[in-house]
């Protein structure tokens, strides 16, 4: 299984941007779907977006599509999250997941709620918007 780093959590201002890596470790990403989700406190963990390696194709919440990019680099075999526009809402620690490209990995990430009991994940990485 794909080992994964997280990077590039913090604290800004509503409004402000940041932006998480997600970088593989032992294995590339090839035939992985990567993707991130965010817990909030007392609430369950959410899909955020996703990028299917292969293709490019992404995924994106409602509550994040306009503001929030996911997308790779080949040589660095690392995946970003460039969040933009940041509310209070969006606190949350951000996790990384990688699973197996095939048409089950994004159908439960974007349809079925709660985390998925399948895959790698990251240590996760604290994001903080204040008002």
């Known amino acids: 299984q794909v080992q994964l780093v997280e990077s590039g959590g913090g604290a800004v201002q509503a409004g402000g941007s940041l932006r998480l890596s997600c970088a593989a470790s032992g294995r590339t990403f090839s035939s992985y779907v990567v993707g991130w989700f965010r817990q909030a406190p007392g609430k369950e963990r959410e899909f955020v977006a996703a990028?299917?390696?292969?293709?490019?194709?992404?995924y994106y919440s409602d509550s994040v599509k306009g503001r929030f990019t996911i997308y790779r680099d080949y040589a660095k075999n690392t995946v970003y999250l460039q969040m933009n526009n940041l509310e209070p809402e969006d606190t949350a620690v951000y996790y990384c997941?990688?699973?197996?490209?095939?048409?089950?990995?994004?159908?439960?990430?974007?349809?079925?709620?709660?985390?998925?009991?399948?895959?790698?994940w990251g240590q996760g990485t604290q994001v903080t918007v204040s008002s």
């Open positions: 997941t990688a699973a197996e490209d095939v048409p089950f990995t994004i159908t439960t990430w974007v349809r079925v709620p709660g985390p998925p009991k399948f895959g790698s």
């Open positions: 990028i299917r390696w292969s293709g490019s194709i992404t």
